[in-house]
C-alpha cells in the first residue's frame, strides 16, 4: 500500500496541473473564466466558482477545469465562429483589390473606346464632310460592337469587324455611284466581294488582326480578375469541419478552462491545426498560381508599341485610310463591282456625279498621336501596379496557415518553452505538417480524411484551370468563350461581367454545354434503352398472364 501511495504522489508531480495548483489541494477559483465567458454572451447559469473534475470534457484535457460541457460546447462553437470569419475578413481583403483593378482595368478600356469613338465623330465629321453625318450609324455600330464585347457579350469580333467592312463599301459604293438606281439585292452582292476584291487595301485584315488580339487579351484579362475575386469569395464561405472546430477549440479556450488564459499557442501547435483546418484551401495553390502568372503575361502585352491604347485609338486613322485607299481606286472597283454584281441603270433624273467634291475628304487624316502618348503613359502605371498586386497574391493560399497564426503565437524569448501545447504550457514536439491535403495523413491534431477532398473547392480549382486556359489562348490571340460558368444559381457569380442589355444581344450559335452546367438531362439514347426494355417486357407479361387464364378455363 505504502508504494502505491508514494507512485501516486510521484504521478501528482508529474502532472501537477492535474492534481492542483502547484501541487497544493485547494482547488482554484474559476472568477477568471466566469468574467471571460459572460463577456461573450452566455449565461453564467452553472458555470461553477471554483474548479472541478474535467471527466466530462470531449475536447479540452481532462484534468481539473472551470469547464463543463455546456460551456465547452459552447466555446467550440464561438472558435469556429470566430475563424470562419477571420476567414472571410481575409478573404474579403483579398477581394477587395481584385475588384478594384477590375474596375480600373474595365473603366480604362471603356475610357479608350469612348476616346477613341470621339475622335472618329470629331475627325471624319470634318474630313468626311455628308457621307459620315449619313452613315454615322455604321462607325457607331462597331464601337457599340466592341463595347459590349469587352463586358462579355457574346459576340464573334470577327464577325463584326467583317460586317463593318461589309456595310462599309456598301456605303461607299452607294455614295459613289448615287446616278445609278442600286437595291438592296445589289449592295448585298457588293458587300460579298470584299474579301474578294479587297477594296480597303490590306487594312481590314492587318485591323483585324491586331484588334483581334488585344481586345480577346483584355476581355480575358479583366474576366482573370473577376473569376479569381469570385473564386476567393466561395472559398471564404466553407464552412470548417467538426474536427477542425475542436482542434480550434483545444488551441483557443481550453488554456482558459484550465486557468492559463495568458497562455498562447506554440508557433508548431498552431501551424499544424490552421494547415489541417484550411488543407483543402491550400490545394489551390498551383492553379491560382498559374493563373496569376498567366495573367501577368497577358497584362504585359497591353503595353508597348503595340498596345491596347494604340490599336484603340488608331482606329479612326485606320479606318480613314482604308477608305481613302477606296475612293482612291473607285473606278477600278467599280468596273469590277459591274463585272461580279452586273451593270446598273442610271436615273432617270440628273442624279449627282460620283466625282462630286463631298465624296472624297479633305486632304488630311486623324491623328492621336498626343492622345497616345498620355494613355501609354496611363496604362504603363496600371500594368506596374496590377503585376505588383497579382506577385503579391501569388502565396495567398499557402500562407494563409501563417498569416492566421502570426497575431496568435507565443513569441519572446524561452516562448517555445512556456506556450500552450493543447495540453498545458511546454514545448510542442510534432513536427509540422506539408501543405495541402495529402500531407494532412499524419497530422496530429485534426483528423482528416484525405480522400474526401471539399467539393466545394474542388470546383474553384476547375474554375482557376479553365480561367487559365482561356488566358493563354489569349496570349495566342485565339477568342475564347466567356458563358457563366459560376455555379452560383442565383446569378451572382463571375462567368460573365455583361450587363442584361449586353448578354441578349441576339442567340448565339455555339451554345454547347459548360463542365459545369445545372441541367442534367436525361440523354435521348438512354431514355430510348429505357422505353424500349419496357415495351419488350409487355409481351413477357401478357404471355404469363394468358397462361393463368387457360388454366383456371380448364378447371
Known sequence: MDSFTAAAFVMCALT???????????????????HFYSGKSFSLDGVPQSEISGEHLRICPQGYTCCTSVMEENLAMLSRVEMEKVLKEAGRTLQVSLNGQYKVFDGYFLELLNSSAVALQETFTSTWGLFYLQNSQVFTDLYTDLRLYCRGSNINLEEALNEFWGRLLEKLFFHANRQYSIGDDYLECVS???ETLRPFGETPRDLKLKVTRTFVAARSFVQGLVVSGDVVRKVSQVQLSQECMQAMMRMTYCPHCRGMASARPC?????????????NQAD?????????ETMMQVAGRFDG?????????????RISEAMLTMVDNMESVNVKLFQACGSLREKTSSGSSSTEANIFPKNENPTTEDRSASSANKLGRLVTDVTVRLRDMRPYWIDLPKMLCSDRVAVGAGAEDRCWNGITRARYLPEVMGDGLASQINNPEVEIDITKPDMTIRQQIMQLKIMTHRLKNALNGNDVDFQDTSDDASGSGSGTICTDEACSRGPRTDDTLTPFSRDYPNPPEI??????STNQSLPGVLAYVLSLLVLLLRR
Open 267 to 279: 508557433a508548431n501547435y498552431c501551424s499544424n491545426i490552421l494547415k489541417g483546418c484550411l488543407a
Open 192 to 194: 460579298k466581294q470584299l
Open 284 to 292: 489551390l495553390d498551383t492553379e491560382w498560381l498559374h493563373l496569376a
Open 16 to 34: 501537477a496541473t492535474v492534481c492542483g495548483d502547484k501541487g497544493t489541494g485547494k482547488a482554484r477559483s474559476c472568477s477568471d473564466i466566469r
Open 305 to 317: 508599341p503595340s498596345g491596347v491604347d494604340v490599336v484603340v485609338l488608331s482606329l479612326p486613322s
Open 527 to 532: 431514355k430510348k434503352v429505357v422505353t424500349n
